[in-house]
């Protein structure tokens, strides 16, 4: 059974930093495309960033230059590096896994999720 765990958020000033990790477990993790998302109140789940098998990464506008994702294959486990945040950052983060691609940064296309970790940047 495919598990997604996120970790690392928290509260921050604006131009504050988090490091968010998303632990998988349950199936073979460097077969899957990986991604990050939010979902702030009354808003619309938005694809952040994603990284592919062969480790291409895509990004979001909104976050490029501030954001990286990354993963350690021996650990299992998926990163978000915030830099630079902003209190129109604040959302949940959730992770989330695709088996059959592509490696997009479209949720419906994503199997496999995991609860979600709060992050909020005030200014």
């Known amino acids: 059974q495919v598990q997604l765990v996120e970790s690392g958020g928290g509260s921050v000033q604006s131009g504050g930093s988090l490091r968010l990790s998303c632990a998988a477990s349950?199936?073979?993790?460097?077969?899957?495309?990986m991604g990050w998302f939010r979902q702030a109140p009354g808003k619309e789940r938005e694809g952040v960033a994603a990284?592919?098998?062969?480790?291409?990464?895509s990004y979001a506008d909104s976050v490029k230059g501030r954001f990286t994702i990354s993963q350690d294959n021996a650990k299992n486990t998926l990163y978000l590096q915030m830099n630079s945040l902003k209190p129109e950052d604040t959302a949940m983060y959730y992770c989330?896994?695709?088996?059959?691609?592509?490696?997009?940064?479209?949720?419906?296309?994503?199997?496999?999720w995991g609860q979600g970790t709060q992050v909020t940047v005030s200014s």
């Open positions: 989330a896994a695709d088996y059959f691609g592509p490696c997009s940064r479209i949720s419906d296309e994503y199997d496999y």
């Open positions: 349950g199936y073979i993790y460097s077969t899957y495309c």
């Open positions: 990284i592919d098998t062969d480790g291409t990464t």
